[in-house]
């Protein structure tokens, strides 16, 4: 067992609350998102509604984008912390696992930016709904299988 200071084994313990307590509100926030709001306003074969279900329930589809972005925003924190929590016991693995960490932070964030875009993709140029199988639709469909258009 490893012998730290006081103020070091303070700062290892507080990041290591940190650590946890941010992981519990990212899987927290990504349940919400994913199951509550992603899940239930998309259906599975059926484009018109999909849409339709997006434009009618547009606050709460952002609210869960948002909640994404906020666990995103809490994976840097994460890193952070273990870095910190780790650093005693090796610091070149707690550097790379901290980088490792950013940067599925980053590809996070780059895969929800796609969905900024979902609710303008469902309203086309004019602002009003496309629905009945015009161009939105497509672009809607691509959105949701990861293609950038």
């Not at 927290?28 to 259906?43: D, H, I, M, R, T």
Request: glycine share 10%; with cysteine.
């Amino acid at each position: 067992m490893m012998n730290l200071s006081g103020t070091t084994e303070r700062t290892v313990r507080s990041a290591g609350m940190v650590a946890g307590l941010s992981l519990l509100l990212v899987a927290l926030l990504a349940l919400f998102a994913q199951f509550l709001v992603l899940e239930g306003l998309v259906s599975e074969g059926d484009a018109e509604k999909t849409v339709q279900d997006l434009l009618d329930s547009d606050s709460l589809f952002r609210f869960g984008v948002a909640s994404l972005v906020l666990a995103a925003a809490l994976d840097v924190v994460v890193a952070w912390a273990l870095l910190v929590f780790f650093r005693p016991v090796h610091e070149g693995l707690a550097t790379l696992a901290a980088y490792l960490r950013l940067a599925y932070a980053g590809v996070f964030l780059v895969a929800i930016s796609q969905l900024a875009g979902v609710l303008r993709a469902g309203r086309g140029s004019s602002g009003r709904p496309l629905v009945g199988g015009e161009r939105g639709l497509p672009r809607l469909a691509a959105v949701r299988r990861g293609v950038r258009c």
